[in-house]
């Protein structure tokens, strides 16, 4: 599932923005679609621009009946009523999705005989500061095993002793869910903290649901300023 809205702050209408001859949700449309990896894919969208630019070119889109808040609400929404074990969430402002970041999440579900992991996402480290300290880059902190502690905007860890090691990673926007625990999150209202991050899969965690992140290499681009599709542009030739 890919949920899609036209209206963006940082960058309106980002996802019908050209990207060598093919809009941004077309192209992260077909990306996914090319993996291989899924039973089917679609576009989830409030918007009639949106749907018809999928289905135009021979794609699968659902029109979303209400507004929602976030894109794991209007794929529980879209869901709900399908016979479904695992869902996955790619954000539609990226183009670059590719199978080895997406067969990694899934891999992930398959050595979970006891169901003990309700999401799985990707992470990627990053060592730029300006990065780092950026809040359009959201950070995952990671236990031990590699179940996320906390997700936010500002650098975590805090490097009050830079000589400590720490590593940072970004968050990549792609989801594993088990059917289940995306409803859960549908059903559940929204707490202060992800009020004040404006990252959605805090939800999941302030509810006790366990989240195993897994480490990539690919990074991609995720447009979400003119800048990034500037760099998007350059990185497709």
């Given at each position: 599932m890919i949920p899609a809205r036209y209206s963006a702050s940082r960058f309106p209408a980002k996802l019908m923005q050209d990207l060598a001859g093919k809009t941004v949700i077309l192209r992260t449309y077909e990306a996914t679609v090319a993996t291989n990896l899924f039973d089917d894919v679609y576009v989830v969208t409030d918007s009639d621009i949106i749907f018809n630019e999928i289905v135009s070119n021979g794609g699968k889109a659902i029109m979303s009946k209400k507004e929602h808040e976030s894109g794991s609400d209007r794929i529980a929404e879209a869901v709900e009523g399908l016979d479904v074990d695992i869902v996955v969430n790619v954000q539609g402002d990226?183009?670059?999705?590719?199978?080895?970041?997406?067969?990694?999440?899934?891999?992930v579900f398959k050595d979970d005989s006891k169901k003990e992991i309700d999401l799985a996402s990707l992470m990627v480290e990053i060592h730029d500061w300006d990065e780092i300290?950026?809040?359009?880059?959201?950070?995952?902190?990671?236990?031990?095993?590699?179940?996320?502690?906390?997700?936010?905007?500002?650098?975590?860890p805090f490097p009050r002793d830079k000589e400590a090691g720490a590593r940072y990673f970004k968050h990549k926007g792609i989801y594993a869910f088990r059917k289940?625990?995306?409803?859960?999150?549908?059903k559940l209202p929204m707490q202060f903290i992800e009020a004040s991050e404006k990252i959605e899969c805090i939800r999941y965690l302030e509810y006790g649901k366990r989240i195993k992140m897994v480490e990539t290499t690919v990074e991609g681009v995720e447009i979400d300023t003119p800048e990034d599709l500037e760099r998007a542009k350059r990185l497709w030739k």
């Open positions: 990226e183009p670059f999705t590719e199978h080895e970041s997406l067969a990694k999440v899934l891999e300290s950026n809040p359009n880059t959201v950070k995952v902190i990671v236990d031990q095993n590699n179940f996320a502690l906390y997700f936010s905007r500002s650098p975590i289940q625990a995306l409803i859960d999150f549908y």
